[in-house]
């Protein structure tokens, strides 16, 4: 059993949206903080955001704040990454993340593509 799976990304043109999400199981989901994180070709994976476990504290990274949305749904153990104005420079495999004190779980990734 795979404790997290993304799924919803795509090839999507510049100003476009995305909306990606994290199904998690295996785990007590509600008790683990969850992070977006994001790796472009040749360069290495960095933070996209992160939401609380109950989901009241979010932060983002300079570079998508305004544009990009962490939520969660601790009931359907799912959070999700709602990605507006996108940019080619947000293209990347986005990975979700669960943590909480010393352990943690990574999914497989999901490719984004933004271009005309």
């Known amino acids: 059993q795979v404790p997290l799976v993304e799924s919803g990304g795509g090839l999507v043109q510049p100003g476009g949206s995305l909306r990606l999400s994290c199904a998690a199981s295996g785990f007590t989901f509600s008790i683990y903080h969850m992070s977006w994180y994001r790796q472009a070709p040749g360069k290495e994976r960095e933070l996209v955001g992160t939401?609380?476990?109950?989901?009241?504290?979010?932060n983002y990274a300079d570079s998508v704040k305004g544009r990009f949305t962490i939520s969660r749904d601790n009931a359907e153990n799912r959070v999700y990454l709602q990605m507006n104005s996108l940019k080619p420079e947000d293209t990347a495999v986005y990975y979700c993340?669960?943590?909480?004190?010393?352990?943690?779980?990574w999914g497989q990734g999901t490719q984004v593509t933004v271009s005309s």
């Open positions: 993340r669960a943590f909480h004190v010393g352990r943690g779980y």
């Open positions: 939401i609380t476990n109950a989901g009241s504290t979010v």
